[in-house]
């Protein structure tokens, strides 16, 4: 199948600095996005480092890369545990960066990723960065964010509509870099050709009212550059209280 991406990262109207980083690789299928969280421009060190580290330990992957290109379903099942170990690698060393510079205690960052090739996308996940995956005209969130209000809902002890207005929306639970090991969520999730991706920081998912609303920006009959610029403007024009990412994907015959 053929890939085909836009990225787009905007400072939004509120923040100095975009802590935000994102990659996106279609020769290789891989595409990550990072939301950075720390004072004195740690945020950036943290999620520079966890996006740079993640992509360079999948692109020294050669052999891996090509079997997951050509779906040999081996591959595809080591490409979890890999991508599985390059994030873990990547918090190791953020969370080590951390430890030896006392201006960036505390620093860290949520990290998504997707790793696809064939009939196949890997999801590597911590934090409360997003994937949305629109299949067949229907979308789904493809990833669980690890935050309080979310842990809340999924709970019962409290209504979606309350996590929206709580105070608490921004206390993480988990993140790259917090502690010298994290736990990441990974998914195997099935495509066809016409199957869309996008994967976002909280600076546009915050604002999307649904999932629904996520599939409309993702189904859209325009260029993908068009299409991250709505998703941008979107965020913008509700507020843009926070750094705002966005990465598309198509995923073609």
């Known amino acids: 199948m053929r890939l085909a991406s836009f990225g787009l990262s905007d400072l939004g109207n509120k923040r100095r600095n975009n802590e935000d980083r994102f990659v996106r690789d279609d020769r290789r299928g891989i595409y990550v996005v990072c939301d950075g969280m720390g004072g004195a421009a740690a945020g950036e060190v943290a999620s520079g480092n966890a996006a740079s580290q993640v992509y360079s330990s999948l692109i020294a992957q050669t052999a891996l890369l090509d079997g997951v290109r050509n779906g040999e379903a081996d591959a ?45 996308a890997v999801v590597g996940h911590v934090g409360d960065s997003r994937v949305y995956h629109w299949h067949n005209g229907a979308t789904r969130l493809v990833t669980q964010d690890h935050t309080w209000v979310a842990e809340q809902v999924r709970l019962g002890k409290m209504t979606p509509e309350e996590a929206a207005v709580s105070k608490k929306q921004n206390l993480i639970l988990r993140a790259i870099g917090i502690r010298a090991e994290v736990k ?9 050709a016409g199957d869309r991706f996008l994967v976002c920081s909280d600076g546009l998912h915050g604002y999307l009212q649904n999932e629904e609303e996520a599939g409309i920006l993702m189904a859209r009959k325009v260029a993908l550059q068009r299409r991250c610029l709505e998703c941008i403007s979107l965020a913008r024009e509700r507020g843009g209280k926070d750094n705002i990412t966005a990465v598309l994907l198509d995923v073609d015959a």
């Open 184 to 192: 990441v969520d990974v998914r195997h999730v099935p495509i066809v």
């Open 76 to 120: 595809v099942v080591r490409a979890g545990v890999a991508l599985e170990e390059a994030i873990r690698e990547a918090n190791r060393k953020v969370f080590k960066s951390a430890q030896q510079n006392p201006e960036r205690k505390g620093m860290g960052s949520t990290l998504t990723a997707l790793l696809v090739g064939g009939d196949t």
